[in-house]
């Protein structure tokens, strides 16, 4: 990781109470429709920003605690947000399109 700081949304799942941290301004796929993803269990993947906001709730600090430091030992500066804005989103697609166009 660099020293850019990495938006963060800690949102805790309703069925197992387990935190995710959504990182919505990065992509996870060449279209940048889903955005990079982290959990415990499972670490990196991609996430569909809103599906997940529709099935969890959002996480208080101390929940997102544990996963907050985790991130923070691999190396990331989390600047941890409420909620993505749509220009957060089109950061994301924006992206996408560069590393797309990139490896054209």
């Not at 990182?23 to 955005?35: H, L, M, Q, T």
């Not at 600090?61 to 691999?74: F, K, Q």
């Not at 409420?82 to 994301?92: D, L, N, P």
């Amino acid at each position: 990781m660099d020293n850019q700081t990495t938006l963060v949304v800690f949102r805790r799942w309703r069925a197992t109470d387990d935190v995710i941290a959504l990182f919505p301004a990065e992509p996870s796929d060449i279209n940048g429709w889903y955005c990079l993803s982290y959990e415990h269990v499972g670490q990196h993947s991609g996430a569909d920003y809103f599906g997940v906001v529709q099935a969890t709730r959002p996480a208080t600090e101390e929940e997102a605690a544990p996963l907050a430091e985790e991130l923070t030992r691999i190396g990331y500066k989390l600047n941890t947000i409420k909620r993505a804005s749509q220009s957060v989103h089109e950061r994301r697609r924006a992206t996408a399109r560069a590393l797309r166009t990139a490896h054209v």
